[in-house]
């Protein structure tokens, strides 16, 4: 796997930071990741407050936030997610949500695995 390493750390900082955000106090936030022939995959799952299936399928508009006046509490501008897909699909990768309201969502990117990749092979060798 080859990419701009900054630009993949601000994908999984910022969908680590809506977990973050949108997870109550007491909730659970899982990172994971699975490295395949492939494909790399890595999901952010959470406990919060989740999203209906009407919100889901605009949550990757740029400017689009679920709820006006959280999202302005939370200093979000609705261009979070449209710039984690964005950096993803740069990467011949995808971003993807599913999520169920009040009991959480979980994100995954999965991106293309360089036949080669000296990264791809370190994974492997790492995993248990």
């Known amino acids: ?46 406990t919060g407050i989740g999203i209906s299936k009407v919100e889901l399928s ?27 897909r964005w950096i993803a699909e740069a990467h011949g990768g995808m971003l993807s949500m599913e999520s169920t309201p009040d009991k959480g969502s979980v994100c995954t990117v999965r991106l293309l695995v360089l036949p080669g990749s000296s990264d791809a092979n370190e994974l492997r060798q790492s995993d248990p």
Do not use: C, W
């Open 1 to 46: 796997m080859e990419g701009d390493a900054q630009a993949l750390r601000r994908l999984f900082l910022l969908l680590i930071d809506n977990a973050v955000k949108y997870t109550p106090s007491g909730g659970n936030i899982e990172v994971s990741q699975n490295m395949g022939e492939r494909f790399a995959t890595a999901m952010v799952k959470d």
């Open 58 to 84: 605009h949550i990757f508009e740029r400017f689009y936030r679920v709820d006006q006046a959280r999202s302005r509490e939370q200093g979000g501008a609705g261009l979070g997610l449209a710039i984690g």
